[in-house]
């Protein structure tokens, strides 16, 4: 997946804020120290950098194999989506499709 944009960078670590603080958040008058931020904008850059990391890493997975048979583990390719067709129905014309939730998938 190609970005147009890349998060900001903020490297300064800063300080974790009090966990009450966290909770209740700013309150009128308070002048949080400069680390909070630091340590806010470094947390929201780091995560974001790790998300678009992760869809990038998506994009090398760009092979399916839908198949009858159990394929081993030992003998799946990297990179690759398998689908086990488990179960068969005849073709008709619907308005909608409906999928489990748990269809089962898993990216190796």
Do not use: H
């Not at 903020?10 to 209740?24: A, D, F, H, N, Y």
């Not at 990038?56 to 194999?65: A, E, F, G, P």
């Amino acid at each position: 997946m190609i970005f147009k944009i890349s998060p900001p960078e903020w490297k300064s670590v800063g300080v974790e804020p009090q966990e009450q603080l966290k909770t209740e958040g700013f309150q009128a008058g308070y002048k949080p120290p400069a680390a909070y931020f630091n340590w806010f904008f470094n947390r929201v850059y780091e995560c974001l950098k790790e998300l678009q990391g992760k869809a990038t890493d998506l994009d090398n997975k760009k092979v399916i194999v839908i198949t009858e048979k159990d394929i081993p583990v030992a003998e799946r390719t990297p990179n690759t989506f398998y689908f086990r067709v488990t179960d068969k129905q005849a073709v008709t014309t619907v308005d909608s499709v409906k999928v489990s939730p748990n269809m089962g998938l898993k990216i190796l």
